[in-house]
């Protein structure tokens, strides 16, 4: 009878001390799920330099259908300040020296090839997805300033610093 004892209260001590444990591991995982949820809930933003374009030279399916593009500009259906953009582009670009390339579908894309088409050549969809995955542009808006052979002298992705990168198209 005392070993039968003697195990009942080791076993009891053994639940309590496994109770114990479980408790922390609850109080552990609150932590973390409080932790993940403040970092789901703030944007991400990797900081892109877009002076790694300078210098490369635009693929020859780039200048179908302007031959010497001089203000180039990249856009996606689905980016929001795209849309903000664009008119700001259309302004600045002159027809026969500027170029829009627009990815994406839908509607949102003919909207924006509405607005960019004004005063310049543009190259929807695929095409203009496989442009943008030559030269390696993830970002966009990105406005490009080429040269007569092609080459890119200056990129930025503010629309602000338009006027800056036409004045010399």
Excluded: W, Y
């Amino acid at each position: 009878m005392p070993f039968m004892i003697a195990a009942v209260v080791l076993v009891g001590v053994l639940c309590l001390v496994n109770l114990l444990l479980t408790f922390a591991v609850l109080r552990r995982l609150r932590e973390h799920t409080t932790e993940l949820e403040r970092l789901a809930g703030e944007p991400r933003t990797l900081p892109f330099d877009p002076s790694f374009l300078v210098g490369r030279t635009l693929p020859a399916t780039a200048t179908r259908a302007v031959p010497s593009p001089r203000l180039v500009g990249f856009f996606d259906a689905d980016c929001g300040s795209c849309h903000e953009h664009a008119p700001k582009f259309a302004a600045e670009a002159r027809p026969g020296t500027s170029l829009a390339f627009v990815t994406g579908t839908g509607r949102q894309l003919q909207n924006l090839v509405d607005v960019v088409g004004e005063a310049s050549a543009v190259v929807v969809a695929e095409e203009a997805a496989a442009v943008a995955a030559d030269l390696g542009i993830q970002t966009f808006p990105m406005f490009l300033r080429v040269d007569a052979e092609g080459r890119i002298v200056q990129a930025d992705t503010d629309a602000d610093h338009l006027a800056e990168l036409a004045a010399t198209v």
